[in-house]
Protein backbone atom coordinates (compact mmCIF):
# COMPACT_ATOMS: atom_id res chain seq x y z
CA UNK A 1 0.00 0.00 0.00
CA UNK A 2 1.49 3.35 -0.76
CA UNK A 3 2.28 5.71 1.99
CA UNK A 4 -0.79 7.86 2.87
CA UNK A 5 -1.02 11.35 4.43
CA UNK A 6 -2.08 11.93 7.78
CA UNK A 7 -5.78 13.68 6.72
CA UNK A 8 -5.56 10.60 3.86
CA UNK A 9 -5.60 8.01 6.95
CA UNK A 10 -8.22 9.90 8.57
CA UNK A 11 -10.48 10.76 5.75
CA UNK A 12 -10.20 6.93 4.70
CA UNK A 13 -10.73 5.99 8.10
CA UNK A 14 -13.69 8.39 8.68
CA UNK A 15 -15.54 7.24 5.68
CA UNK A 16 -14.65 3.82 6.83
CA UNK A 17 -16.36 4.11 9.87
CA UNK A 18 -19.51 6.03 8.62
CA UNK A 19 -19.81 2.63 5.96
CA UNK A 20 -19.55 0.06 9.24
CA UNK A 21 -21.99 2.29 11.45
CA UNK A 22 -24.74 2.24 8.64
CA UNK A 23 -24.52 -1.61 8.50
CA UNK A 24 -21.45 -2.15 6.13
CA UNK A 25 -20.15 -5.66 5.99
CA UNK A 26 -16.31 -5.58 7.85
CA UNK A 27 -13.38 -7.28 6.08
CA UNK A 28 -11.89 -8.79 9.07
CA UNK A 29 -12.68 -10.84 12.25
CA UNK A 30 -13.36 -8.40 14.95
CA UNK A 31 -13.39 -9.20 18.55
CA UNK A 32 -16.76 -9.52 20.34
CA UNK A 33 -16.14 -6.70 22.74
CA UNK A 34 -15.35 -4.51 20.13
CA UNK A 35 -18.53 -2.17 18.08
CA UNK A 36 -17.14 1.31 18.01
CA UNK A 37 -16.91 1.49 13.96
CA UNK A 38 -13.56 3.98 14.18
CA UNK A 39 -11.79 1.03 15.81
CA UNK A 40 -12.80 -1.22 13.56
CA UNK A 41 -11.84 1.39 10.57
CA UNK A 42 -8.64 1.41 11.99
CA UNK A 43 -7.69 -2.45 12.53
CA UNK A 44 -9.18 -2.49 8.49
CA UNK A 45 -6.80 -0.23 7.87
CA UNK A 46 -3.80 -1.73 9.76
CA UNK A 47 -4.77 -4.77 7.81
CA UNK A 48 -4.89 -2.81 4.20
CA UNK A 49 -8.18 -4.17 3.60
CA UNK A 50 -10.55 -1.31 3.29
CA UNK A 51 -12.36 -1.09 0.00
CA UNK A 52 -10.96 2.69 -0.74
CA UNK A 53 -8.73 3.98 -3.35
CA UNK A 54 -7.00 7.37 -3.10
CA UNK A 55 -6.17 9.03 -6.06
CA UNK A 56 -3.67 11.82 -6.54
CA UNK A 57 -5.08 14.37 -8.81
CA UNK A 58 -1.84 16.04 -8.39
CA UNK A 59 0.48 13.44 -10.97
CA UNK A 60 -0.53 13.54 -14.77
Do not use: C, N, W
Not at 12 to 25: D, E, N, T, V, W
Not at 46 to 59: A, L, M, N, Y
Request: aromatic residues 4%.
Amino acid sequence: MDKHSRFEKARIIGSRALQISMGAPVSIDVPEDTIDPVLIAQMEYDQEVIPITVIDREKK
